[in-house]
């Protein structure tokens, strides 16, 4: 099992930029798919990126281009680096890990943009 630990959320100007960090603990973190997901208020959970064990990276759509995903299996963190943020970006971000049927979630945390 793992456990995870996000941080480095808060509140940024539009076009501006942020890095979530994800922080895991447990054994055989390598051996995971890891994802990000986000939830505005009276939306659902959306995934925002994944990638897989084998190191396979997708992104949805709409942030394409702007954010990017990767992780670090000797230090068991997997970051969001999230540029050109815009209002819609707005959400509580959530890190996911999983494997079979097993599946951790983080406590989630904050990224607000807005001027």
């Known amino acids: 099992q793992v456990q995870l630990v996000e941080s480095g959320g808060g509140l940024v100007q539009p076009g501006g930029s942020l890095t979530l960090s994800c922080a895991a603990s447990?054994?055989?973190?390598?051996?995971?798919?890891t994802a990000w997901y986000r939830q505005a208020p009276g939306k659902q959970r959306d995934l925002v990126a994944r990638i897989s064990s084998r190191g396979i990276t997708n992104y949805a759509d709409s942030v394409k281009g702007r954010f990017t995903m990767s992780r670090d299996n000797a230090k068991r963190t997997v970051d969001l680096q999230m540029n050109n943020l815009n209002a819609e970006d707005t959400a509580r971000y959530y890190c996911?890990?999983?494997?079979?049927?097993?599946?951790?979630w983080g406590q989630g945390i904050q990224v607000t943009v807005s001027s």
């Open positions: 996911e890990a999983d494997k079979g049927g097993y599946v951790s």
């Open positions: 447990g054994s055989f973190f390598s051996t995971y798919n």
